[in-house]
């Protein structure tokens, strides 16, 4: 969703960035602009650490009873969260 020009995120952006030029709200239309730059460049760092850098490190991990209690609890609340919000989303 950083806003680059074939996908979902650039069309939000292209939405919201006329109404801010027709209006004069360039300082609003700046921070857009710099946050998407900052969000373009640290996707694309992660992407090149992901996938063109190798490293030594050998990653591994047990699989505990905890860490599975944990997740199951997490996506619980989430979906409890989501239940919940639904109908107060509805309201409004």
């Given at each position: ?48 650490i ?8 050998d ?31 509805n309201?409004?």
């Open positions: 969703m950083s806003g680059i020009p074939p996908f979902a995120g650039f069309f939000s952006k292209w939405l919201i960035l006329f109404p801010l030029i027709e209006n004069v709200n360039f300082y609003i239309l700046f921070s857009i602009i710099l946050s998407s730059f900052l969000v373009i460049f640290s996707c694309l760092k992660i992407v090149k992901i996938y063109f850098e190798m490293s030594e490190f990653f591994y991990f047990e699989k505990k009873s905890r860490l599975k209690f944990i997740i199951l609890l997490c996506l619980f609340i989430n979906f409890l969260m989501f239940i919940l919000i639904s109908p107060l989303v309201l409004l």
